[in-house]
Every structure is written in structure tokens, then in C-alpha cells.
């Protein structure tokens, strides 16, 4: 099993920033690969970003390219996504998602991540 722990949520204005981290603990060395959703109320949880575990090759949604950064530190078993002019249509529950399949090009399924955190609250104002 692995355990996957979000932090970072919080409320912040359009065009501000916000860095979410990812702690993962347990069977660490299953993991090929974390990454980020997030679900706005009355929508579909959907795919912002992910990372592979080893090579560090990072994909986005088209959404957030540009915008959003995500990076590991293997030492710590921790991602952080860096979020930059925030949007208010990116105020969603942002999720954390471990898989044990390698990550791809489109790796935005979330059948294929095995493990999720409870999600942190990211609320952009106007």
C-alpha cells in the first residue's frame, strides 16, 4: 500500500500562486509515477498534471501549461505543484494520485492511478 498525503490548499486572489505539496509513505518503491487532479463542484474529477517517479518526464493538461509547474524530490517522496496566475476557474479539491503503471504521454486517466489522497481545498477569488 502506499499513502498519499496533500498539503498547500488555501484561499488566494486571480493572478496569485499557490504550491501544493505531496508526501507519499509506504510502499514507495511501487511507484512509477504522481500526480494531480482536481474537481470543481457539479464537475468530473479531471487531470491537471503528472510526474514519472525516476525519469522526471512531467505532462499537463492544456489548461495549466504554462501556468502550473510540477517537480519531485525523490529523497523526501515528495511532488509539489507550483500553480501561477491562478484562475478562478482553477478553484477545485485538488487531488494526489499514485500509480504503479509507468507514466506516458496521456497518463490522464484516473482508473490508472491506484492511490489517492483525501484532497486539499484551492479557492481562487476575484
Known amino acids: 500500500q502506499v499513502q498519499v498525503v496533500e498539503s498547500g490548499g488555501g484561499l488566494v486572489q486571480a493572478g496569485g500562486s499557490l504550491r501544493l505539496s505531496c508526501a507519499a509513505s509506504g510502499r514507495t518503491f511501487s511507484v512509477a509515477g504522481l500526480g494531480w487532479f482536481r474537481q470543481a463542484p457539479g464537475k468530473e474529477r479531471e487531470f491537471v498534471s503528472v510526474?514519472?517517479?525516476?525519469?522526471?518526464?512531467?505532462y499537463y493538461a492544456d489548461s495549466v501549461k504554462g501556468r502550473f509547474t510540477i517537480s519531485r524530490d525523490n529523497a523526501k517522496n515528495s511532488v509539489f505543484l507550483q500553480m501561477n496566475s491562478l484562475k478562478p476557474e482553477d478553484t477545485a479539491v485538488y487531488y494526489c494520485?499514485?500509480?504503479?503503471?509507468?507514466?506516458?504521454?496521456?497518463?490522464?486517466?484516473?482508473?490508472?492511478?491506484?492511490?489517492w489522497g483525501q484532497g486539499t481545498q484551492v479557492t481562487v477569488s476575484t
Open positions: 510526474i514519472s517517479w525516476r525519469g522526471g518526464n512531467t
Open positions: 494520485a499514485a500509480r504503479t503503471v509507468p507514466v506516458y504521454s496521456d497518463s490522464s486517466k484516473p482508473g490508472e492511478y491506484d492511490y
